[in-house]
């Protein structure tokens, strides 16, 4: 098979696109399925997202709650059991992570947990770290900068 010899399954899978204005033959000429006068009739018409001609939109009459913080720092997590990937005494930081594979996605930093065990040394540059993953790291005779 060549792809000049590609085409549709029989059976009318692909619908033609409904062209409008093109005369009264086609059956959508003159008002092209907009009806004859109206706020949708005209160029531009219609209403905005949402609203519900006067009456109070959804979204305001539901009741909000909670906070969200928009200046919150999302941390990528990593947990001391996918320390194993690196090598004896070497240097970790945010471009070893990403090689590794073991970031999916940018973020303001990596926080390291203490989920795992970690036997040799290493020397972890990241942005944050809870008590227990820094307590083990120096127990194995690590250290960790910036947290």
């Not at 970031?103 to 203490?114: D, R, V």
């Not at 989920?115 to 040799?120: F, L, M, R, S």
Request: net charge positive.
């Amino acid at each position: 098979m060549k792809l000049n010899e590609l085409a549709p399954p029989a059976g009318g899978v692909r619908k033609n696109r409904k062209r409008v204005g093109r005369g009264p033959g086609s059956g959508w000429g003159k008002t092209s399925g907009r009806g004859q006068n109206g706020q949708n009739s005209r160029s531009g018409g219609g209403v905005r997202v949402g609203f519900e001609g006067g009456q109070m939109p959804l979204q305001r009459r539901l009741p909000k709650r909670g906070f969200k913080n928009i200046f919150k720092k999302r941390y990528s997590i990593i947990n001391i059991q996918e320390l194993a990937r690196f090598e004896k005494g070497s240097t970790v930081d945010d471009a070893a992570f990403k090689g590794a594979g073991l970031l999916k996605h940018s973020t303001e930093g990596i926080k390291l947990l203490g989920k795992g065990e970690i036997t040799y040394p290493l020397t972890l540059n990241i942005k944050a770290c809870s008590r227990a993953a820094r307590a083990k790291v120096e127990a194995a005779g690590g250290k960790i900068i910036g947290c």
